[in-house]
């Protein structure tokens, strides 16, 4: 998979594993995994890899820090590309109350078919736990950022954005969890260039170590110069330790 990367993206990012470095005397790392293949025929033939990761920190009890790194890759029966795209995000996230907390956050987005060679934004944000109990998670953030988009065919652009999340966790049982990620994402200065993600997911707990998931994402672009709107189905072997 070719990811082609963004300099200043790369120098905060690098920043942030610097800290961590700085905090190896910190708790264990939590990371949780999840690796996909699927090959599908009938009308078109279709080979799918994805993988999911996410991975936190934990300083001290105020402080933590938390990082994704996502990447999908679909070829047709051709064996031609028709999905490759990359997106890492990383997290400083400090406790200010028990239910409210702030956060420090870069993302960065690589999506060969959207028309951009990448997405990249950096800024604070203000979070607030709506329900927080061993059955039931439910977080709200809202977050203002620095963002750059730079489309294939024109020059980089730069902004400022605000950005809506949410995410809602239920173990159903000691064996079954559900998973819900929604974001919402705005340009503050151009009201079409906005973008939306939904990630549902379902996992069934075959040992300590090892689940079965299955998950529904939805990425839509409004006005992408070229595929605004991704849809992928995944059935994928989950690792946490």
Do not use: C
């Not at 604070?124 to 039931?136: A, C, E, N, T, V």
């Not at 730069?158 to 000691?174: A, E, M």
């Amino acid at each position: 998979m070719k990811i082609l990367l963004n300099n200043k993206s790369l120098v905060f990012q690098a920043g942030g594993i610097f800290l961590l470095i700085n905090f190896l005397n910190a708790e264990p790392w939590k990371i949780h995994l999840e690796l996909s293949y699927m090959n599908a025929s009938g009308n078109a033939e279709t080979d799918t890899f994805a993988m999911k990761s996410d991975f936190s920190k934990k300083f001290d009890e105020k402080k933590s820090l938390k990082g994704k790194a996502n990447g999908t890759y679909v070829t047709n029966d051709s064996g031609d590309e028709i999905t490759n795209n990359f997106y890492s995000e990383l997290d400083y996230h400090h406790q200010l109350t028990n239910n409210f907390y702030g956060y420090l956050k870069t993302d960065y987005t690589f999506d060969k078919f959207s028309g951009f060679d990448y997405k990249w934004n950096l800024g604070p944000g203000i979070g607030y736990k709506i329900l927080d109990s061993d059955k039931q998670t439910l977080n709200f953030s809202l977050g203002f950022a620095y963002s750059q988009d730079k489309p294939n065919e024109s020059s980089m652009e730069d902004y400022s954005s605000v950005t809506v999340n949410s995410r809602y966790d239920w173990q159903i049982s000691s064996i079954w969890k559900f998973k819900q990620e929604l974001s919402f994402h705005q340009d503050l200065e151009e009201g079409d260039n906005y973008s939306s993600k939904s990630i549902s997911g379902l996992e069934h707990k075959l040992s300590s170590l090892v689940s079965l998931g299955l998950s529904y994402n939805i990425d839509y672009q409004h006005n992408a110069p070229e595929k605004d709107i991704d849809k992928l189905f995944l059935v994928s072997l989950v690792i946490d330790y």
